[in-house]
């Protein structure tokens, strides 16, 4: 795994250059991304080209020895250029322009912005392409960011229109499938469709999930025109764009299929504040993160882009973002690092090189402090580097787990919730997080993704299961558990004929003949767990493997096949996986609190992110707060 | 008392309805609503009726047996219709339009949908006015649900200032009315005053009330166009309307004055999950709601339109709509049907036939499943329709208590809260409340209703006593108990002369010198009760029946009239109804919780809601959690 | 100290006013202030001019030997203005025009509104500029009130680009100055700059802060047109404006230089209401105000305008626009009063003289209530009368302790929060209180005042430090206590060159190496006391005065200057607010829960917020609840 930064050479005199491309050597780095914001400074007027600067500092890093991915600037446009067409920017849900400023002030439907996009992709790509610096390049930067993925201007409605066009032919189609004639929201033409904003009461989910997917599409094609110039003009080099934690706005599979790796930004200590868990978790993990953040991403982004992958941006030391935002414990940065490196990843790159004492990010850390002196992180990069060195290339191996992920589940669930707490994040987290607190590695993979090889297969819930999904379930001979709500709707967003969990009906022969939702603090007692926030009421000539204290079966297993119709809590889940690896014929490890392990093919890791030592009785070994103990693994 | 569905042919197969009709009238069920959304389908193009599928419908259902309610659609124009008139839709108090895409996408105030609407009332109308299935008429369908009562849309504005100006004829007039010299608020004309909202800081409350008042007339006379329409079209046919739960914007005596008979829709559960009920409440309750919930629109709505009145839609599972939405416990559904039937409902209807798959309401339980099997409720609606079948008709008699609800006092507190726990609907059920678990029926009734022939009579607040008022209370000799900020506010919302509590100063000699409001978790102690929310100062001659520790008098007696100048807590309440009823020789029957009891002529109903069994002491009945018990009275 | 009081001789019918004058003077009062929202009745039309009544309540009011406080009406321009040019109205953060119908309905930099404004200004100077009985000018009315000194219109960014030119001259200039290159936010012309509202995320923070000191110089010059006005037409009045409590949105100091003296508003129980205040303080002292509310202010105002300084509007009984609206204790005016007369204050004037009984304010108490009768109020301002007469004159002293306020400060902290809790007003607050129950007396100082002289010296926090401020604090040879953050931003909201603390290195030699901010619960333990919500990170060679059990320090001291580089809880500024009065030679009192003391030249005054009896060690006296008693001091 190589190690590298983000670096603006634009943000400083070029008289540092040179320097900071030696100290970035020197310190362990071999990589650096450059240029995703700069774009008034490549361009400070229409069509007037600044390139020399850009091309002293591609010189001046490559000098150095670094290898260098180079960013289109296509998150950043101009002044200028939005006063040339105004209506580019996005509008928000209620109407709002979201105006230049900051950044990310594009609509991915403006036309006129898609071609602006061009032909700075273009210029760039024609002028560095064959730069022999040039390692790979970044499409844009964190699409989605600051929740810009779904716009309501007039260029989204008429884009929407003909994607609707496209996809049913005819408006009558259209108002079939959509079930319009419920509240006589039946349309006439395409025209007549805008998108499912500012009506009176809730739109039809099925208007809204197709908002949905068109919203990602029109991310997925913005991205594939970068893709398309980029591969062409200067091919031989890696494509990739930097996606975001516990993010689901648009399909990251989608646009994984067109980039060559995939990779993300990884803030463990910002997602842990800003997210679902709990005020203990809030607490304890304050300056380390809650243990499987990095490793979920690392696992989900890893299934992607075809296995190819890597951490764009990591965090170095306490950020700017969060509501509080606190500076990780001494050796969280290695370990970061470590469980990258223990997942595959092909490099690791800090953000940023060095600490921008203004603007927006002035009290975002980097490798260096803004008086250039090093911080904190800057010995814990030099230890990874040592370790990744010693240890050489690690090789990948499939995992004993599959957990199927599925952005299109997240839409419906956040479309239709029907209780306030079910968030599909975090019931997929909680599945994953079960099987590491039990010592299994885990592959994160699409609902379209090859299920055969896993011993285990988790589907945390799959409301629209893809063509031939069942298909695919049927034909394994592992155990698998499904979870409630999966199969309960059809590609337009309505119940099955049939009810839920449709197909999956094959596999468990059983009905959901209605379900409820809990409210916090509410839970329905079974023999040692609880289920909480869902419950559905199963019709099913199957005995029930876990049942309510009531009676009410909550788990029904078929050969292989375990259907959970509720919100399990961690004690059900924990039996559950338990018994498939019993089944399977793999030993589970309980880790101790805060301890996590990853295999590769050769290397054990195992990772402390607890703020106190903690015995490791596998290998007898304590391991300290904030780090990682390595064991060679006998093959 | 008749049993009936919501059905909607337009979303079902046509060979579907004959068999749904049968099993209907198979359930016991007799009356049937529909129509009430099926606009785009009876009118596809402007001016293109499609009459067909809905004769066919009628004539149907008609040969089961069944009458048939008809609601006029124009709760859900078209598109087309929409796009004719853009600016039809309401404006938020934001400023933003609310569009089409959902349903109730019109403003009252638009005088060219009230065109629309119209035409489609006379063309229905016309076309099955004297149809012999059809029984009743349904205008629209819960007018102001989703917030639609007020609209700030030029629309509105200019039909406000016409309000304004039949109202006070001159702007001087309505300067010195709304006493606009304050803050220099004054006008020189009609057309320069705008709707109170997107002030800088609140509006005149004159001006807020005024604008409460306006949107709640236009509210009515939309109403009055369709009842003149239907009634003259289509004479002796009832119409109705069908109001909602917890829900104040407009003047439902008003518009109850219209109509034949008012109706409502019964939806607990999701009623005790959105409202004010504290989170015990919510816990224990959850599957059944609160005990009063259901009586209390009963007793309510039975006042607004001279006695009849019924239930339009029943809950008869999970609904869709609520934070949380769980399932009823077996036997609610039965429950609540004879809750209805003990209040004298002319029907009770229940929503829906079956569950729609598809688009908003996919969630919303019906009797039957969306693939056609009974849901649980179908079961439950035969017992009900058995039980009632066997008692035959209950007869109504006049409730010992009467309560005073008026639309006008909530918008008073809303508008000027003062205290911010100060919530109208939370006094008045608490009062109710109160009542009911004493043992007593209750006759919510609105302020300028007859008073005479009650035992007890209770205002729980009513800050602008309407003319004559007074006089009414003056002529009673029953026990009386009148609540704080009652007469504290003239009919232009400013404080009487003499300070409140106004003229209610001649049945009780007291002053309101100040008054303050407290917040959550704060309370003035009394011997064995509490002051919360709200406290006034009272200046009198009298001795206080019941004082707070410091001595501060709450409660004063001027012979059959006390004033209570604070929000009391349940002990004093029941401290007052006691003493109340010892005066005019009533029993109290302290019922345990969960338990309720009503009484028709001929019988008492104890209705359980707890979810445990429960001793009626005064019949010995253990009825079980969920059920109810009936007993014949002796007269 | 003068009393006096706000009236509204509009709001009266004119055969009124003599009685109440006569009832003013006979109360003890001998100011009244009048005239600030009338200008509707001084200009019902536009040029019509209506001085009659006016010259009559004016007369009225001065031959009862009250002097009067003139408002200009500017803070409620008619409909009739407003129609004249609508886009006078101030847009808000999210683009919604703020309309007429209350008040302060306009932009401070609409150039029409401001000729308006110095229209009605010169009408009244010349009208009653000479007349006797009026002694002073109030500008306008509580600039900023309702979140109005911020405004995104075009009026208002017109400005904004004129303001900028005047300081940056070139956009190059403004690009380097702001670091626009940071994200391509750079501009090509001032033409391009708009204000920072309705970006994607936030915007620059140098841009925000340059709108916020935009707005304030907006306040600033507005009132200094209206000043330039009085002081010329109207020469040897005393020019004042009304502040309000805890509002930070422009700086004050600004606006005090230009004034005669300082006034304002103060309403202790809404302000503990509304603000920061836990739980406990908001129950214990519901009807007190938290004991340091009306001193904190005093202190600050009496900073603003050269020493002389008033109170233009006391709270004399329960107010309405609190969440929660309680009534004060029985005393609690007079003891107000008196903190005021303990102050210095010339004047304290209560709001208002007759509780009025329609529109927005009627549920506002005076001294009268509406019916004409005394409220609680009025008993105690004769007493409050009878003892500064008695008292005589009072002679303010320097304050042994002087605390470092910036208004800059609030904007810095609130732009760049980086901890969710980081309030800049509770830091100071905090600061103060601490001060004040250990018994001292505190001067609040702009950050450019003189220092020398105290004998303690207080920074909370001052990120920028005003040029020369170093040198200042360098000069001092007292106990100095420098807070966190201070030092820690460039005047351009950078991180200085050598990171924070800047140039107070040179009084405490430490570098801050990075920050980081605590969720609320979380804190840091030291010896006996905690770090909470924000912990720097030092580097020094400096042994830590005091450290954490981790073994960071947070306090370091060299010489008589000490750096805190956290927010304190009380235990540990308690402990070095007495190390540096040690050091110093003051004694210390630590005062009793609720007790608080306040000494002149020539009285020290103890003052008794809580609803308990306390006993005043010092003295020996025990001071009833709501109560004062005062000591005459011996020279």
């Keep these: 795994m190589k190690l590298g930064c983000c670096y603006y050479p634009e943000h400083w005199p070029e008289d540092m250059w040179e320097d900071d491309a030696r100290r970035m050597a020197d310190m362990g780095l071999s990589l650096v991304r450059i240029g995703e914001f700069a774009w008034s400074r490549i361009e400070p007027e229409s069509g007037q080209m600044h390139w020399e600067w850009l091309d002293r500092a591609i010189d001046t890093l490559g000098n150095a020895g670094l ?60 002028r560095y392409g064959d730069h022999p610096a040039i390692a790979a390049w970044q499409t844009d930067n964190e699409y989605g960011c600051h929740d810009t993925v779904l716009s309501f201007s007039d260029a989204a409605a008429g884009r929407f229109r003909a994607w609707l066009e496209a996809r049913y032919g005819t408006p009558h189609a259209l108002n079939e499938t959509w079930r319009n004639v419920f509240w006589s929201m039946e349309y006439r033409s395409f025209a007549e469709v805008d998108p499912p904003n500012l009506t009176v009461t809730e739109a039809n989910p099925a208007h809204w999930l197709d908002y949905r997917r068109f919203a990602s599409d029109e991310v997925v094609s913005f991205n594939r025109e970068q893709v398309d110039i980029l591969s062409k003009i200067s091919p031989n080099r890696d494509i990739t764009h930097n996606f975001m934690g516990f993010f689901t706005e648009f399909d990251h599979h989608d646009v994984g299929r067109d980039i060559d790796l995939a990779t993300w930004d990884s803030y463990p200590l910002g997602f842990l504040e800003q997210f679902w868990f709990d005020g203990d978790d809030k607490r304890d993990y304050m300056r380390q993160g809650h243990p499987d953040i990095a490793a979920f991403h690392h696992d989900l982004y890893r299934g992607c882009s075809n296995g190819r992958w890597g951490v764009m941006e990591q965090q170095p030391g306490p950020v700017n973002w969060a509501r509080f935002n606190p500076a990780p414990l001494p050796g969280m940065v290695a370990l970061w690092t470590m469980e990258a490196f223990a997942h595959g990843a092909e490099f690791t790159s800090y953000f940023r090189w060095r600490q921008a004492p203004f603007a927006q990010e002035q009290m975002h850390a980097g490798l260096l402090r803004p008086d250039g002196e090093e911080a904190q992180a800057a010995d814990e990069v030099r230890e990874a580097a040592r370790v990744i060195e010693r240890l050489g290339p690690q090789q990948t191996v499939k995992a004993p787990a599959a ?98 969990p449709g197909g999956l009906r094959d596999l468990v022969p059983l009905t959901i003949a209605r379900v409820e939702s809990l409210r916090d603090g509410v839970a329905e007692e079974g023999d040692g767990f609880e289920v909480m926030r869902w419950l559905e009421h199963i019709e099913s000539e199957l005995v029930p493997e876990f049942a309510l204290k009531s009676g009410r079966g909550v788990v029904f297993r078929n050969e292989n096949y375990r259907y959970c119709g509720g919100w399990p809590d961690r004690p059900l889940l924990t039996a559950l996986i338990k018994r498939m690896s019993d089944e399977t014929g793999l030993a589970t490890t309980v880790l101790p609190k805060g301890l996590r392990i990853r295999r590769t093919a050769t290397h054990q890791f195992a990772f402390n992110y607890s703020s106190e030592p903690v015995l490791f009785e596998q290998t007898g070994q304590t391991i300290a707060p904030a780090s990682f103990a390595i064991t060679a693994l006998t093959t």
């Excluded at 002030?105 to 602006?116: D, I, L, M, Q, V």
Aim: charged share 20%; net charge neutral; with cysteine.
């Design 67 to 126: 290898k260098i991915i180079l960013g289109t600037p296509t998150a950043t446009p101009p002044k200028w250029l939005v006063d040339t067409m105004p209506d580019m920017v996005a509008i928000d849900e209620q109407g709002q322009p979201r105006g230049f400023g900051s950044r990310r002030h594009y609509c991915f439907s403006h036309n006129g912005y898609r071609a602006e996009a061009r032909r700075i992709t273009v210029a760039m790509a024609e």
């Design 403 to 500: 957990l199927v992920f599925s952005y299109e589940a997240a839409w419906v669930c956040g479309i239709q919730p029907q209780g306030g707490s079910f968030r599909y994040l975090e019931l997929v987290y909680g599945w994953y997080s079960a099987l590491r607190r039990l010592g299994f590695d885990v592959d994160i993979v699409a609902a379209d993704a090859a299920l055969d090889g896993y011993e285990m297969v988790f589907v945390p819930t799959l409301p629209i299961a893809p063509d031939g999904f069942v298909k695919r379930l049927s034909a394994l001979d592992c155990p698998v558990l499904i979870g409630p709500r999966t199969g309960s709707k059809t590609h337009s967003f309505s119940i099955p004929d049939g009810l839920a």
